[in-house]
């Protein structure tokens, strides 16, 4: 199958597909350029048509895991209302089900090492999921007064931190995996302590 893709002219995809099964199995420093090829089915040289060396291919990993993040979280903050505070909650769920059934994305995404700013491309990917969170706080406090109202950057960026740390604690048999509480519970009453503590709501 492997094969059958590159000869249509889906190299890119192919080595991508592959690396993502490789960081699943062997984390994001632990595979070779040419295990990805050999992954996808195609010559050691092969890669090289198009990635210079293997941080390219996982910013490349990175580039697809944050399009298609950035396309959950703009989905669930549309369903996710009638209120921002709902919408909020479903984006929440959202970005902890993407964490856990895109593995290999999320890792190379937020756990291989990798410079997103060195690459115009990952970097505007990047920037649409931070501007979808952003859109969201905006949505948040565009009801409360302008000096009580919070920077709608900063607000984003700490429930984005939030939300990474619920992954990282539940996460590949990390200590959350004993709490009694489940991570969506968990990342919810955070995030309304949060908002609650700036005052935000009061409920």
């Known amino acids: 199958m492997a094969r059958e893709s590159y000869h249509h002219g889906n190299l890119r995809q192919a080595l991508v597909q592959a690396t993502v099964h490789l960081i699943e199995e062997k984390g994001p420093q632990a595979f070779t350029l040419a295990e990805a090829a050999r992954q996808a089915g195609v010559s050691a040289a092969a890669p090289y048509r198009h990635f210079a060396g293997r941080d390219e291919l996982l910013e490349e990993v990175a580039r697809h895991g ?5 396309q959950r979280l703009e989905t669930a903050f549309s369903g996710g209302k009638p209120t921002p505070l709902s919408a909020l909650f479903h984006m929440g769920k959202a970005y902890l089900a993407f964490a856990a059934e895109r593995r290999g994305y999320y ?3 937020f756990e291989s090492g990798i410079s997103i700013t060195s690459n115009s491309a990952l970097t505007q990917a990047a920037d649409r999921a931070r501007g979808v969170l952003v859109t969201a706080a905006e949505e948040l406090f565009r009801t409360a007064p302008g000096d009580q109202r919070p920077p709608a950057w900063m607000v984003a960026d700490h429930i984005w ?3 990474h740390g619920v992954v990282e604690l539940f996460s590949r048999g990390k200590p959350g995996g004993r709490s009694p509480i ?3 519970d968990m990342l919810e009453s955070g995030t309304l302590i949060y908002l ?3 005052g935000v709501i009061s409920a």
Do not use: K
């Not at 944050?66 to 950035?70: D, G, H, K």
């Open 182 to 184: 489940s991570p969506e």
């Open 196 to 198: 609650r503590g700036l």
């Open 107 to 109: 890792i190379a995404m």
């Open 66 to 70: 944050f399009e298609e993040f950035s």
């Open 161 to 163: 931190a939030l939300s």
